[in-house]
């Protein structure tokens, strides 16, 4: 997969979701990124094995290194409704370290290029895994798995800023 953007590149407009006591609220990810530092991992779906007990996990053990590194924001992205994603968000996150936000609409994901459908898992149109790394707006680097359940280049480990 050859994603739309590329490191160098302004993140592209796009529209997401979150629930604020209880009601959808829009997130436009310019403002939110503007002027700060941001890893964003982008998932296939909430509650699916691989993001769950792996991806997530992975990216929890290491929001204090992130932040001590200057990044402002950790965010995981995933192409489900806001209601799911908050209902993940509290189960993988119960301490709330990483902002959680819906693509349910996959603007994000269709903007930057990593859509894909999952026909053989049932899930239909949805997110490739992704790892992006924002500074003031711009893409530094975006990782993205040749498939949903690879786990490959967009761990942690694979969190390095280009500066």
């Known amino acids: ?3 739309r953007v590329s490191s160098g590149d302004r993140l592209p407009q796009a529209v997401l979701g979150r629930l604020l006591h209880g009601v959808a609220q ?3 990810l310019q403002a939110l990124f503007a002027g700060k530092r941001a890893v964003v991992v982008g998932v296939p779906g909430a509650f699916t094995p691989v993001c769950s007990c792996e991806h997530i996990p992975d990216l929890l053990k290491n929001v ?35 902002l959680f936000l819906s693509d349910g609409n996959l603007s994000l994901a269709r903007a930057l290029g990593v859509n894909v459908v999952d026909a ?3 899930l239909g149109e949805v ?3 992704y790892m992006m790394l924002i500074d003031r707006g711009v893409v530094r680097r975006l990782n ?4 949903i359940n690879d786990l490959t280049c967009t761990r ?5 800023f280009i500066d």
């Open 64 to 98: 204090a290194r992130f932040r001590a590194s200057g990044i402002d924001h950790v965010v995981c992205v995933a192409p489900d409704n806001p209601w799911v994603v908050e209902a993940w968000a509290r189960e993988v996150d119960p301490g709330g370290r990483i």
């Open 127 to 129: 997110s490739a895994r």
């Open 1 to 3: 997969m050859t994603p």
């Open 144 to 147: 993205v798995e040749a498939g």
């Open 120 to 122: 053989d898992r049932c």
């Open 156 to 160: 942690s480990e694979d969190v390095v």
């Open 26 to 28: 829009r997130v436009d």
